[in-house]
């Protein structure tokens, strides 16, 4: 089982871009779907992208297609997500996710390992 540390949070303005970072630890890594997903103040955990244990397959969800992109590279057992365009609205607690399952992971209960998150903050 992985353990996932999540990175690259802060406090930007509107219209900067981020890249967040998630270490996971294991052998394993390459054998995971990742995910990541966000949870503001008062709202539920809201999935914002996955990707496929090899990397070649890649699912968002609406209210991020074509600002957000999410990558990994297996090698060193990382998972990214790089957000453009960021808007007051984007500010939450990022997390990433590991999943044994494939495909449009958009369900939080599919996932089986989280990190702790990371605070992005975006001012107006």
Do not use: H
């Not at 966000?38 to 996955?50: D, N, S």
């Not at 998972?79 to 808007?87: A, G, H, T």
């Not at 607690?93 to 939080?108: D, H, I």
């Amino acid at each position: 089982q992985v353990q996932l540390v999540e990175s690259g949070g802060g406090l930007v303005q509107a219209g900067d871009s981020l890249r967040l970072s998630c270490a996971a630890s294991g052998r394993t890594f390459g054998r995971y779907s990742m995910g990541w997903f966000r949870q503001a103040p008062g709202k539920e955990r809201e999935f914002l992208a996955c990707i496929s244990p090899s990397g070649l397959r890649t699912y968002y969800a609406e209210s991020v297609q074509g600002r957000f992109a999410i990558s990994r590279d297996n090698p060193e057992s990382m998972v990214y997500l790089q957000m453009n365009s960021l808007k007051p609205e984007d500010t939450a607690l990022y997390y990433c996710a590991a999943s044994t399952l494939e495909g449009r992971l958009s369900r939080k209960d599919v996932y089986g390992t989280w990190g702790q998150g990371t605070q992005v903050t975006v001012s107006s």
